[in-house]
């Protein structure tokens, strides 16, 4: 089975040498492994080149600077800019990938073997987190069982192609999973320790500040279609999370603020309305059994195509 990584990156000088000997060891290997230089200014064209040089597989893409870095949006045309200029019908999975992670080495290998074994799964991933800078512990970043995850969402290209690829706003590695469920994919994380990862950047932290991360999220969600009440709910369990009650507020208060400034949303409202269902069910059975249940039904929407 083939598999195609496609990295957007800038300035990543400070991680990606510990991303880059990580996907170097996997025990598969990409076929090929796009690495769309966003513009960067320090030293990550030389790294890039270094192991460019010395592996046939990775192959470098450079775009203009900019000026700044961008996420949600800017971070998916970065990814298409890559994506675009290669012949995906030659890979059986494609993965959008970050270049501030460090992998476990069977990370591929056991992925591929997951989605070989169930054809229902259309993304998936392994567990996020990172590393506490006063004790050095593993804390994880609590990513849903039901999510695969932003910083590195492995698809079964066929699925891919079936959602649209990913729309490109802040919730894009939200949207894309309930987009699974709703035509009958399954989307799916675990945590097992050989599908493990550090992540050198956590998750929402931004570029300035986790606050700003955590307000971005808060957005994304209002933008996703997402209720005040679960909102409220979801906000609430990040603040039992590091950081402690800061973080969930946050992410409440960019809900909340987007919400009462009447940003605009997004506007497939039958998606909306599917996730709003779900998110109901979540909220009333918990989130494991209302994915079970949803997983059942959506069985049919699946066979009818498959």
Known sequence: MSYLLVSP???????????????????VQPDLWVIVDDGSTDDTPAI???????????QIITRENR???????????AFYHGYDQVDVSQFDYVCKFDLD???PPRYFEILIERMEQNPRI??????????????????????GDEMSVGMTKFYRRSCFEDIGGFVRQVMWDGIDC???RQLGWIAVSWDEPELQFIHLRPMGS????IMTGRMRHGFGQYFMGTSLLYMTASSVFRMLHPPYFIGGFAMWWGYAKSLLQRKPRFDDTELVSFINDYQTQCLLKGKTQAT???NIVQQQVWDEKH
Request: glycine share 8%; charged share 30%; hydrophobic share 30%.
């Open 101 to 103: 992670l460090d992998l």
């Open 206 to 209: 931004s570029q300035q500040g």
């Open 67 to 77: 000026g700044h870095r961008s996420v949600g949006p800017g971070v998916i045309e």
């Open 292 to 294: 079970e249940n949803l």
């Open 178 to 180: 309930h987009k699974c």
């Open 48 to 58: 890039l080149k270094e192991y460019a040089d010395k592996h046939p597989f990775i």
């Open 9 to 27: 990156c800038r300035n990543e000088a400070d991680f990606m040498k510990l991303t880059l000997d990580s996907v170097v060891a996997q025990t």
């Open 122 to 143: 259309g993304t998936c991933s392994g567990k996020a987190y990172f590393k506490d800078k006063k004790t050095d512990r593993l804390i994880s970043e609590k990513c």
